[in-house]
């Protein structure tokens, strides 16, 4: 059981805890092993990185250190017996880091969350960035993505996807949809497509958390407790972590694929609560933040890339056959505008 060796591992490295029990969290994401360690008066959550990229666990560590005192929902590592945030288990060979538990509720399913917790996330969502967007230092160990570098890589990707499939030879339902609609939207690509990239990637930046879904949120009565998951924060277009909060809370798929199809009520609560709650959007940013649904798609590939070149994938594990719905809110871009015209006054 992987929570074994860990008891042996936190009793050297964090012997002020005095933990007596630990067990693993059902409920965590696909990325890394949650698990809940607990003593005989507090509790702790275990992140256990899968992926052992040191720098990028450093990074994550100081830029939590830097916004704590600016957003008291974003959460705070343990320092370890060598005053880190962060420890490598000999044991599992992985590095780990502890913070506390926090009682409220979370949502795991984006079709069950309700539009009270959609406002309550756009709403903070909004003051998360509103706070942040003046933060000094921010350069110091987070990483910057770059929209345009994204874009030419994700490219490179997506064809790189049409050859593994091409390669592989016969193809299932599924592979078949996959190949066709990646073929059909690589040959459409045109200079106005790269235009607009670069037009996205001029608008307002700022320090974003990357995966600001209800997922990785603490809910309570009174609103949001804590905000978990920070492993994807960096500094990025703020258009780009709106659209794709938005999506998440307005999914009426339970595999949150985010082009997938949306409910526009829970659309239209998520934009209006954001931009309710204060504007720091200049007009240059409603305009880009309105090409969202036709390049996202290119700016996160994620869905399919991940899928069709690692090992022991298949490639139609996260696709439906319904493709229509699957690439929704891209087929129905005038609505996206319509509300974005409706609120971002």
């Known amino acids: 059981m992987i929570a074994a060796p860990f008891k042996k591992e936190i009793d050297k490295n964090y012997p002020e805890l005095n933990i007596v029990k630990i067990k693993k969290l059902k409920s965590a994401g696909m990325m890394n092993n949650i698990l809940i360690a607990e003593n005989?008066?507090?509790?702790?959550?275990?992140?256990?990185?899968?992926?052992?990229?040191?720098?990028?666990?450093?990074?994550?560590?100081?830029?939590?250190?830097?916004?704590?005192?600016?957003?008291?929902?974003?959460?705070?590592?343990?320092?370890?017996?060598n005053n880190e945030t962060y420890t490598f288990s000999t044991e599992l060979k992985n590095y780990f880091g502890i913070y506390k538990y926090t009682e409220g509720e979370s949502l795991s399913q984006p079709q069950k969350v309700s539009l009270r917790q959609i406002s309550k996330t756009a709403k903070a969502l909004q003051k998360f960035q509103a706070l942040l967007q003046n933060v000094k230092n921010i350069n110091k160990g987070v990483i910057r993505r770059d929209a345009d570098e994204e874009f030419k890589?994700?490219?490179?990707?997506?064809?790189?996807?049409?050859?593994v499939l091409k390669n592989k030879g016969k193809l299932n339902s599924k592979e078949k949809i996959i190949q066709r609609v990646l073929l059909s939207k690589l040959k459409k690509i045109s200079e106005d497509d790269i235009n607009n990239i670069k037009f996205i990637g001029q608008s307002s930046i700022g320090i974003i958390h990357g995966d600001f879904a209800p997922s990785n949120i603490i809910f309570d009565k009174d609103g949001?407790?804590?905000?978990?998951?920070?492993?994807?924060?960096?500094?990025?277009?703020?258009?780009?972590?709106?659209?794709?909060?938005?999506?998440?809370?307005?999914?009426?798929?339970?595999?949150?694929?985010?082009?997938?199809?949306?409910?526009?009520?829970?659309?239209?609560?998520?934009?209006k609560s954001y931009f309710s709650s204060g504007n720091i959007f200049k007009k240059r940013d409603v305009k880009a933040l309105k090409l969202m649904p036709?390049?996202?798609?290119?700016?996160?590939?994620?869905?399919?890339?991940?899928?069709?070149?690692?090992k022991n994938k298949r490639a139609g594990d996260l696709i439906s056959t319904k493709i229509d719905n699957h690439f929704w809110l891209e087929n129905h871009w005038e609505?996206?505008?319509?509300?974005?015209?409706?609120?971002?006054?």
């Open 335 to 345: 609505k996206f505008i319509s509300l974005v015209n409706k609120y971002a006054k």
């Open 40 to 81: 005989h008066s507090d509790k702790y959550i275990i992140k256990v990185y899968k992926r052992n990229n040191k720098k990028k666990i450093i990074g994550e560590h100081k830029l939590l250190a830097l916004i704590g005192i600016l957003v008291p929902e974003s959460i705070s590592y343990v320092n370890n017996t």
């Open 224 to 271: 949001i407790k804590k905000i978990l998951d920070w492993e994807n924060a960096c500094i990025y277009n703020y258009v780009w972590e709106i659209f794709r909060s938005m999506c998440y809370c307005s999914n009426e798929s339970s595999l949150g694929i985010i082009c997938s199809k949306l409910n526009e009520k829970k659309m239209s609560v998520f934009l």
């Open 153 to 163: 890589s994700n490219i490179k990707d997506l064809k790189r996807v049409v050859r």
């Open 294 to 310: 036709k390049y996202y798609y290119f700016l996160d590939p994620y869905i399919i890339t991940s899928y069709c070149l690692q």
